[in-house]
């Protein structure tokens, strides 16, 4: 009894505590966040902690709820209305303590961790994360995801710095390959099917080279809610008889030994993986993964070597294949090589079909807001930007690249059947693979075209054929490309067709040509182009009158009566000028001529009568003549196009190779003008100055003017 009775004086003696400790009214917290990299391809990336790091009084509780406002949607998964994998927790001397498991999504973009009481630990100073969130990031690259903090509850928190930024776009996958386009060739298979077999043989193959864009991006599975990244190649256009068979795990370029099929700068090697998870790049094939590239788990790799290779599951022309990153090393840039071996029976009758492939990220999706069912992670179905920046090889040897050795594609020719033909040749420049096809658009008509073959590997040599007989006469175009790849590259050479009437236009209604020559000589029937030209004959006058050449539009200058004819002058198209011949034809008021055939040359120039002019801007003659030391300006026509030859001038008997200027005389079409300056060590006397053209492709085989006389008199006599 004693007992009991002391113990109670010394509970009524001691000073009397709260059972719990006070509510905080107010605590100051400063905002930050890791801003993470995040794949602009994802729809569901995982952004960087957001922290809260506060000051408060000792031992005081924090009871508050946390909002988040994010810039872009949470894409977690969902459970009702609660975000899964999404936490709060608080940074204790002891570690971690969870303060709300899950949050609540009020708004695609926003999200309450709600209500929660915390002691703050007598030091006053305490941490509270908020980890987990996964959102659709911006397709853009280089945007901030933003998330603005605000509280509510009986603590109120100041938050400092708001709003943070928790990532930032970037594009997680970059690729290149031998070709997006597979142009399918006999290739028979070995009667073992291995890596090692495939290579031996010979069998065709494609490779897609895949690179991350930041170190990283390739990220092996980190928890039971996620898979680790993956890549789908996606075949299309294949042909019914074709086989695929892809590597079942591929050495990435962080392994010792990666895996390649030896076209892109490393020796064929079905590759080897070390183990040591967390320092080198690898790849495993998803087998039962559906043609999003979701579903199944891809297997552990036995033993160091990967020699097998299996069988794609082909669904008519079509096919996917799946890979998982299985280990990487997140502090490298890291890529890695996929070859696909196509086999194609040779007496398959298949030869030349044009197949194609792509490479995403995977799964592909749509879902861009929080869901119950979609996986995570999921990626947009967009094509990767080249690699070759980043790994500084677009100009490697073992890249194709495209040479298009053509003629002008310009057709003229009556509407008759026959055989009119242009060929093409098609070249490999560099090493490696070239795959390419070709395409014709045409911008009027349709179906007078016909180009053989239309796909190939490497060199090739092309017949563009023409087909008159499907249309009336006038003028057609169309567009030829070849298309190699973004690496090789893409050509596309435009097609002209003139057609006549397969019979004489009536000589009663037509314009009748007489001759074709040059604008200052009736003689000189070798036309220049970029120089002027003239049509004598009869009917050559209307309100709609047009000259065409090859097909090009020849610029009209003047026209009128000569004599008891009349005349049309014209500028010949420059577009001519790697041609020697060319077929020309006259419309008026939409009846044209008989076409005919014209010479072209490169320089047959003419001086024209007064048109040398001194530097005052007066003709030179006896009554005006220049002064040795000053210039002389010449307009000719008939000298080379600009970048098609060189000009020089002669003055007396001297050579001048680099006259001051040497080109089209301004606002004169189809006039050259050559500014020269006259040496000024002539004497006073009558001379001659001629104007001389020579081409590119030999600069040492020179035409010059006839001479123009000039009159020279010196001002210090």
């Known amino acids: 009894m004693k007992l009991y009775v002391c113990a109670l004086a010394l509970a009524l003696s001691a000073p009397v505590m709260p059972l719990f400790p006070q509510v905080v009214p107010q605590i100051t917290c400063d905002a930050t966040a890791e801003p993470l990299?995040?794949?602009?391809?994802?729809?569901?990336?995982?952004?960087?902690?957001?922290?809260?790091?506060?000051?408060?009084?000792?031992?005081?509780?924090?009871?508050?709820?946390?909002?988040?406002?994010?810039?872009?949607?949470?894409?977690?998964?969902?459970?009702?209305?609660?975000?899964?994998?999404?936490?709060?927790?608080?940074?204790?001397?002891?570690?971690?303590?969870?303060?709300?498991?899950?949050?609540?999504?009020?708004?695609?973009?926003?999200?309450?961790?709600?209500?929660?009481?915390?002691?703050?630990?007598?030091?006053?100073?305490?941490?509270?994360?908020?980890?987990?969130?996964?959102?659709?990031?911006?397709?853009?690259e280089n945007t901030p995801i933003t998330v603005r903090i605000s509280t509510n509850g009986q603590t109120s928190i100041g938050v400092r710095n708001n709003p943070v930024t928790a990532g930032v776009s970037k594009r997680g996958l970059l690729a290149s390959g031998t070709s997006t386009r597979i142009v399918c060739t006999g290739s028979n298979l070995p009667e073992e099917i291995s890596f090692g077999s495939l290579v031996n043989a010979g069998v065709r193959f494609a490779t897609?080279?895949?690179?991350?864009?930041?170190?990283?991006?390739?990220?092996?599975?980190?928890?039971?809610?996620?898979?680790?990244?993956?890549?789908?190649?996606?075949?299309?256009g294949l042909p019914s008889k074709a086989r695929l068979f892809l590597p079942d795990f591929i050495a990435g370029s962080t392994s010792s030994d990666p895996t390649t099929a030896g076209d892109l700068g490393w020796p064929a090697s079905p590759g080897s993986y070390a183990g040591s998870v967390g320092g080198m790049l690898l790849l495993g094939r998803v087998a039962n993964a559906d043609s999003n590239g979701a579903g199944d788990s891809p297997r552990v790799p036995f033993g160091?070597?990967?020699?097998?290779?299996?069988?794609?599951?082909?669904?008519?022309?079509?096919?996917?294949?799946?890979?998982?990153?299985?280990?990487?090393?997140?502090?490298?840039?890291?890529?890695?090589?996929?070859?696909?071996?196509?086999?194609?029976?040779?007496?398959?009758?298949?030869?030349?079909?044009?197949?194609?492939?792509?490479?995403?990220?995977?799964?592909?999706?749509?879902?861009?807001?929080?869901?119950?069912?979609?996986?995570?992670?999921?990626?947009?179905?967009?094509a990767p930007p080249l690699d070759c920046t980043l790994l500084r090889d677009c100009t490697a040897g073992y890249f194709p690249r495209l040479i298009v050795d053509?003629?002008?594609?310009?057709?003229?020719?009556?509407?008759?059947?026959?055989?009119?033909?242009?060929?093409?040749?098609?070249?490999?420049?560099n090493q490696g693979l070239m795959n390419w096809s070709t395409k014709i658009e045409y911008k009027s008509g349709k179906d007078w075209l016909k180009i053989s073959p239309e796909a190939g590997v490497n060199n090739a040599s092309l017949n563009l054929s023409a087909f008159p007989?499907?249309?009336?006469?006038?003028?057609?175009?169309?567009?030829?490309?070849?298309?190699?790849?973004?690496?090789?590259?893409?050509?596309?050479?435009?097609?002209?067709?003139?057609?006549?009437?397969?019979?004489?236009?009536?000589?009663?209604?037509?314009?009748?040509?007489?001759?074709?020559?040059?604008?200052?000589?009736?003689?000189?029937?070798?036309?220049?182009?970029?120089?002027?030209?003239?049509?004598?004959?009869?009917?050559?006058?209307?309100?709609?009158?047009?000259?065409?050449?090859?097909?090009?539009?020849?610029?009209?200058?003047?026209?009128?009566?000569?004599?008891s004819e009349q005349k049309v002058d014209f500028v010949v198209p420059a577009s001519l000028a790697t041609q020697s011949r060319a077929s020309l034809q006259i419309a008026v008021n939409g009846v044209a001529s008989l076409a005919q055939q014209v010479s072209l040359t490169t320089s047959a120039p003419v001086i024209f009568p007064g048109g040398v002019v001194n530097e005052n801007g007066v003709a030179n003659s006896i009554a005006n003549p220049e002064a040795p030391g000053k210039t002389l300006t010449v307009y000719a026509t008939g000298l080379p196009a600009a970048?098609?030859?060189?000009?020089?001038?002669?003055?007396?008997?001297?050579?001048?190779?680099?006259?001051?200027?040497?080109?089209?005389?301004?606002?004169?079409?189809?006039?050259?003008?050559?500014?020269?300056?006259?040496?000024?060590?002539?004497?006073?006397?009558?001379?001659e100055v001629l104007v001389c053209g020579s081409p590119v492709s030999s600069s040492d085989t020179r035409v010059c003017s006839k001479p123009y006389t000039i009159q020279l008199r010196r001002t210090d006599e």
């Open 208 to 236: 897609t080279r895949i690179t991350e864009g930041y170190p990283a991006a390739f990220e092996p599975r980190t928890d039971p809610v996620s898979q680790g990244t993956r890549i789908i190649i996606r075949y299309a």
């Open 37 to 140: 990299q995040v794949r602009a391809e994802g729809l569901s990336e995982r952004l960087g902690e957001i922290v809260l790091t506060c000051a408060g009084p000792a031992t005081g509780t924090v009871s508050t709820s946390l909002t988040l406002g994010l810039s872009t949607a949470l894409t977690n998964k969902i459970s009702g209305d609660y975000l899964q994998g999404a936490q709060v927790v608080a940074q204790t001397a002891a570690g971690e303590q969870t303060l709300v498991s899950t949050g609540l999504l009020v708004s695609p973009t926003v999200v309450v961790f709600g209500s929660f009481s915390f002691t703050m630990p007598p030091s006053g100073l305490t941490s509270f994360i908020i980890r987990g969130l996964r959102v659709a990031a911006p397709s853009t």
């Open 304 to 382: 160091i070597h990967l020699n097998g290779v299996s069988e794609i599951n082909l669904q008519g022309s079509a096919g996917s294949v799946t890979y998982e990153v299985l280990d990487s090393n997140s502090q490298a840039f890291e890529s890695a090589q996929i070859p696909t071996f196509i086999a194609l029976p040779r007496d398959s009758g298949q030869d030349g079909t044009v197949a194609t492939s792509q490479v995403t990220f995977a799964p592909l999706s749509t879902v861009a807001q929080a869901s119950t069912t979609a996986p995570i992670p999921r990626f947009r179905d967009v």
């Open 643 to 687: 970048g098609l030859g060189f000009i020089s001038v002669k003055i007396h008997d001297r050579e001048i190779s680099q006259p001051d200027y040497a080109g089209p005389a301004p606002g004169l079409p189809g006039i050259q003008q050559v500014n020269v300056v006259i040496p000024g060590d002539l004497p006073t006397m009558q001379s």
């Open 469 to 563: 007989e499907k249309l009336a006469p006038g003028l057609y175009e169309a567009v030829l490309t070849i298309d190699a790849g973004p690496l090789a590259g893409t050509r596309a050479l435009p097609v002209r067709l003139t057609v006549t009437s397969a019979t004489a236009p009536s000589d009663s209604t037509s314009p009748q040509v007489r001759t074709i020559s040059s604008y200052t000589n009736e003689q000189a029937t070798t036309l220049v182009p970029g120089s002027l030209a003239s049509i004598r004959g009869l009917r050559l006058m209307g309100t709609d009158v047009k000259v065409f050449m090859d097909g090009f539009t020849a610029q009209i200058v003047s026209s009128g009566v000569s004599g």
């Open 406 to 429: 053509a003629p002008a594609l310009e057709f003229n020719i009556t509407a008759t059947p026959g055989y009119y033909q242009k060929y093409i040749r098609v070249l490999n420049d």
